[in-house]
């Protein structure tokens, strides 16, 4: 059973540009969590989906961030007119419960 | 919000020593979560506690959940080099989404 993919792994971005991440959860689970991590920090909650439904967002940003997970293909999470401060590591969890969540390798956004 | 206090902050041991980390909280908990995440990695679930004052073990490290549920440790005998890494403890208060704490950095010294 392959772990949780996320990608790209690093991606590079103008400030201004959007920045397109994406998720394929574990096979058998159908509820993503998406968390950013700054350096030296924990991991912050962003939002919670299931197919084509958000669970909550309420970790995420009001404006410039959304995220998506269609009935078919990966979990989305898009950053509109990417800002300094949006670098950081982007993390993607799948749980088959809603309770213990396995983690994806991350996307390392830096804003340039 | 809801948060989760972790100490400490930074442990340096040598190796064979033994390393514990707290996590509080200033409510109850509905269950706690402990996590590893390696230098440059990803965070990896260890284990779920649920019960008060439970306290479960996997090989070298052992889990407590606190009797009022509001606290949790996690202790490894021993410690060895691939013990390294931040360790993350994560709590749910009813339908809440998981909460980290800042986490603990381990360093081991050969």
């Known amino acids: 059973n392959a772990g949780v993919m996320q990608n790209p792994r690093h991606l590079v971005r103008r400030r201004g540009q959007e920045a397109r991440l994406r998720c394929s959860p574990m096979?058998?689970?159908?509820?993503v969590y998406w968390y950013r991590q700054l350096p030296e920090e924990g991991l912050k909650f962003m939002v919670y989906?299931?197919?084509?439904?958000?669970?909550?967002e309420s970790g995420m940003p009001k404006e410039r961030f959304s995220a998506e997970f269609p009935k078919e293909g990966p979990s989305i999470l898009r950053i509109q007119q990417v800002v300094r401060g949006d670098s950081a590591a982007y993390f993607c969890?799948?749980?088959?419960?809603?309770?213990?969540?396995?983690f994806g390798p991350g996307t390392r956004l830096t804003v340039t | 919000g809801q948060q989760v206090m972790q100490i400490p902050q930074y442990q340096h041991v040598q190796e064979g020593e033994d390393f514990t980390t707290y996590c509080n909280s200033s409510?109850?908990?509905?269950?706690i979560q402990w996590y590893k995440q390696r230098p440059g990695g990803h965070p990896v679930f260890l284990i779920q506690?649920?019960?008060?004052?439970e306290v479960k073990k996997q090989k070298r490290l052992t889990f407590q959940f606190g009797e009022a549920k509001k606290n949790s440790s996690l202790h490894i005998t021993a410690t060895q080099t691939t013990d390294v890494g931040t360790y993350f403890c994560?709590?749910?208060?009813?339908?809440?989404?998981?909460?980290f704490g800042k986490g603990t950095r381990l360093s081991v010294i050969a």
């Open positions: 969890a799948s749980s088959p419960t809603a309770y213990e969540q396995y």
């Open positions: 096979k058998g689970h159908s509820h």
């Open positions: 989906l299931q197919k084509e439904n958000i669970i909550d």
């Open positions: 409510t109850t908990l509905s269950n």
């Open positions: 506690l649920v019960k008060s004052g």
């Open positions: 994560a709590g749910h208060w009813g339908n809440t989404p998981l909460v």
